[in-house]
């Protein structure tokens, strides 16, 4: 097994059977620290994000990896009515309190943030009242590849994706986005620019990977970040975060996974 030769950055588990890198609370508290200001990491995909979904006539949306809200709140400002979920009850605390300080605006008065396992996704959660799905379902800022191979064969990845496509209506849009793994396999790094992680806040990314029988299982980055302006005691309070990834090759391994729209 990986995790008995590999740890992730926290062994918490925030959904039954789903383990939750962000369990300790550390990584939540400095969150926006980590993706940058709000604004400036949305600016970069919210013409995309938006232009896809209403060039698919999509109204309702499920965010399956809705962390703290960053992406739902796009949405919602956007005029899409959004359901937000996520396996760290940690991330959705600001999500909630964000839908508190707003709720006198409609949108986010009705807005729905539940706790929810990808593993067990049709379970934990409705499909909106009256419909037989969402029009769409959104897994963005990297997240999928949190979902750890255990098993060295994408049975988790399979039934997560099988998962979400289960809760779209027919003929409705899967969105997931993803890190180029092939470039930091290919480079030994990670990129030092990206979209969603442009903090001015980190002062380094240390990378490794993992390989289980030869094959390359998981990669472990290691932000540095220097929040010493910002918070007294930064060191207590999560000036070095790690993100650990199942390392799906998008072009070095043939995955077979639902046939989703």
């Known amino acids: 097994m990986v995790d008995s030769v590999y740890r992730t950055r926290s062994l918490g588990i925030g959904s039954e059977g ?33 232009s896809t979904l209403h060039d698919h006539n999509c109204q309702t949306v499920l965010d399956v990896a809705a962390g703290t809200g960053v992406d739902s709140i796009l949405l919602l400002e956007e005029g899409f009515h959004v359901k937000s979920v996520d396996a760290s009850d ?21 807005w729905e943030i539940e706790e929810a396992n990808w ?49 779209l209506k027919p003929g409705g849009v899967l969105l997931i986005d993803h890190r180029n793994y092939d470039y930091i396999l290919d480079t030994g790094k990670a990129p030092a620019k990206n979209i969603y992680y442009n903090s001015k806040f980190i002062t380094g990314i240390d990378t490794s990977s993992l390989f ?26 999560g000036e070095e975060s790690r993100e650990c990834y199942n390392q799906t090759l998008l072009k070095k391994k043939k995955f077979d996974g639902p046939t989703v729209r």
């Open 212 to 237: 289980v029988n030869g094959e390359p299982n998981l990669v472990t980055l290691d932000y540095t970040m220097d929040l010493t302006d910002l918070i007294s005691n930064a060191e207590e309070e």
């Open 18 to 50: 789903l383990p939750d890198q962000y369990a300790d609370g550390k990584a939540a508290k400095v969150w926006e620290f980590y993706i940058g200001q709000k604004t400036l990491r949305t600016k970069h995909y919210k013409q995309f994000l938006c």
């Open 119 to 167: 593993l067990t996704l049709p379970e934990d959660i409705n499909k909106p009242p009256g419909t037989n799905g969402y029009d769409a379902v959104i897994c963005l800022g990297n997240s999928f590849a949190h979902l750890p191979d255990f098993e060295c064969n994408l049975s988790s990845q399979k039934l997560a994706l099988a998962n979400m496509a289960a809760m």
């Open 90 to 110: 940690k991330m959705l605390k600001y999500a909630l309190m964000e839908r508190w300080r707003r709720r006198k605006e409609p949108a986010f008065d009705t």
